[in-house]
């Protein structure tokens, strides 16, 4: 598989990252637990064979320091408005609308890398932009553009609709990992179950919890 892909994963400032997930662990490891998820997205991104270089757009500097030493490229937040603007900046900006570009949720600790390959390879076969619901079927987790096309994001309440209207085709498959997303508590467990990543599965071993972990492929 040739690597033709630019990924752009925006991440907020650990301390307001994550707010519905408040409580699943002790306020106290609530960042570390934001950034972990946040690593083990990016570790799956760069284990695969389609992703060329991973943009990782973010104003944290804890953060933005774990990414750069996982192997991804940090560019700061410099629209500073909100997730979308991020995204453009990260996709048609940074990386040039002469490339194919994908934007993902920081938050998919149980990413395969060979499940995000599956979805980027059935992107790169249309002229359109093409969108992953997550597991709700109602949110988007990524967002896929061909060179020549403007991201156009639309993410945030009712997001999967809002890319379909706009004319983005839902990307199918079976890729659990990669649509489940983590906003809440229940999510955190549906992740567990599917098998978290490295860093998630360390933080959450060190606070006493016994957990699984996501296999290589």
Known sequence: MV????AVIPVKRLSAA???????????????????????????????????????????PVAAAAVRELGARVEPDRPAADLNAAMRFGADEVAGLGRFRAVLAGDLPALRP?????????????????????????????????????LDP????????????SG?????????????????PADLRRVLALGAGRHTCDLLRDLGLTVSCVPAA
Do not use: N, Y
């Not at 002790?26 to 083990?40: G, K, S, T």
């Not at 390959?117 to 553009?145: K, M, P, Y």
């Not at 085709?169 to 809440?184: M, N």
């Open 18 to 60: 994550k707010s519905r997930l408040r409580g699943a662990v002790p306020a106290a490891r609530h960042a570390d637990l934001a950034l972990a998820m946040v690593c083990d997205t990016v570790s799956a991104v760069l284990a695969g064979e389609a992703v060329a270089e991973l943009v990782v757009v973010t104003d944290d």
């Open 3 to 6: 690597r033709d892909w630019t």
């Open 114 to 150: 060979s499940h995000l390959e599956e979805a980027l390879a059935r992107a790169a076969a249309g002229d359109r932009r093409g969108f992953v619901a997550d597991a709700a079927g109602s949110g988007t987790v990524l967002l896929a553009a061909p060179p020549g096309v403007p």
């Open 154 to 165: 639309h993410f945030g309440i009712g997001s999967a609709g809002a890319h379909a209207a």
């Open 168 to 184: 983005a085709i839902a990307l199918a498959g079976d890729w659990p990992g990669l649509r489940q997303d983590v906003d809440t």
